[in-house]
């Protein structure tokens, strides 16, 4: 099992620039997020997903767009790079157990000038 | 979800036990303790979870206090590949909490000296 894989690992990007972030997950869960993690601060939750073709919003939602056309994978969206996007992005998911525990993916480092 | 409060950091000698806590003091009946960590610039990584009963598995131990106000992680001999960020959560443990996310604040910056 890889687990929860993102990609690209690392991007910059140009004030204006749109781009996409895949998490994929191979564990067969229902449930995917997307946090971001600014320098020294926890993490946020953007949105989140409860399965394939659901989606919802977090705490800090704006300037963000997600799918999850496949239940393996959770896209989010920057139509618009702004600097204050400039942050590392987490995926996670959690199964449908009783247990809350969600695995997280390795992050992508995200630059916007 | 209840918040919690922890040390801004902690050093301890490599070998010996990191004794790591957390308050927790508004915790409800219904809610896990959860504990994370974050090595520098990596997904954080599931470290232990638990209820009432203490727990204890591969990676660490689990202390929760009898009024479950507080609990302790422990790391009974630490090694320097456990220098990281420790965040210690509380979430529902309700079925339909799907949509709750995990509140990560800043945690405790622990770091194992040689």
């Known amino acids: 099992n890889a687990g929860v894989t993102q990609t690209p690992k690392f991007r910059v990007l140009k004030t204006g620039q749109s781009m996409t972030l895949l998490c994929a997950q191979d564990?067969?869960?229902?449930?995917m997020y997307w946090y971001r993690q600014d320098p020294g601060m926890g993490l946020r939750l953007i949105h989140y997903?409860?399965?394939?073709?659901?989606?919802a919003k977090g705490e800090v939602p704006d300037g963000y767009n997600v799918s999850r056309l496949k239940k393996q994978n959770f896209l989010l969206g920057l139509e618009s790079a702004a600097p204050s996007q400039t942050s590392v992005y987490f995926c996670?998911?959690?199964?449908?157990?009783?247990?809350?525990?969600?695995?997280f993916g390795p992050g992508t480092r995200l630059l916007v000038l | 979800d209840a918040k919690t409060t922890q040390p801004t950091s902690m050093d301890c000698a490599e070998g010996r036990a990191a004794n790591l806590p957390c308050n927790h003091s508004?915790?409800?009946?219904?809610?896990?303790v959860y504990w994370y960590r974050q090595i520098h610039s990596q997904g954080p990584q599931y470290i232990i979870h638990?209820?009432?009963n203490n727990e204890t598995n591969e990676m660490a131990s689990l202390i929760i206090t009898e009024d479950r106000k507080s609990s302790t992680l422990i790391l009974p001999h630490a090694t320097l590949r456990d220098t990281a960020v420790y965040y210690c959560?509380?979430?529902?443990?309700?079925?339909?909490?799907?949509?709750?996310?995990?509140?990560f604040g800043p945690g405790t910056r622990l770091s194992v000296l040689p």
């Open positions: 996670a998911s959690r199964g449908t157990s009783g247990r809350q525990t969600q695995y």
């Open positions: 564990m067969n869960h229902e449930y």
């Open positions: 997903s409860v399965g394939e073709g659901t989606t």
């Open positions: 508004t915790i409800s009946g219904n809610e896990y």
């Open positions: 638990g209820l009432k």
């Open positions: 959560i509380v979430i529902s443990r309700r079925r339909d909490n799907y949509g709750q996310n995990f509140v």
